[in-house]
């Protein structure tokens, strides 16, 4: 898709608001306060399942699925690597 330079700013500007006005980020469907409840009924109204909360995948894994990298195996010898020790920044 292309766009001529003058309908590129005319929809550029369209995401700036005016003097004066600010934008109200506590407020809505996405509110800290309601953002469970209001998302569950968009999605009653709009016919879509239910999303199953489940626990985050390790970076490791993440990194496996998505590259075919597996840190978890040395390159040279391919045994498994383990971590023994971790350090926070603090320490010496």
């Given at each position: ?9 005319r ?76 350090s ?5």
């Open positions: 898709m292309t766009l001529d330079a003058g309908e590129f700013i929809r550029f500007l369209l995401h700036i608001l005016p003097d004066g006005f600010v934008r109200i980020r506590y407020f809505g469907i996405l509110s800290n306060r309601s953002r469970k409840a209001c998302l569950a009924r968009c999605r009653i109204l709009l016919g879509v399942k239910e999303v199953p909360e489940s626990a985050p995948e390790p970076w490791q894994a993440l990194l496996l699925r998505l590259t075919g990298i597996d840190v978890l195996h040395c390159p040279r010898c391919n045994g498994v690597m383990r971590v023994r020790l971790l926070s920044r603090g320490s010496p």
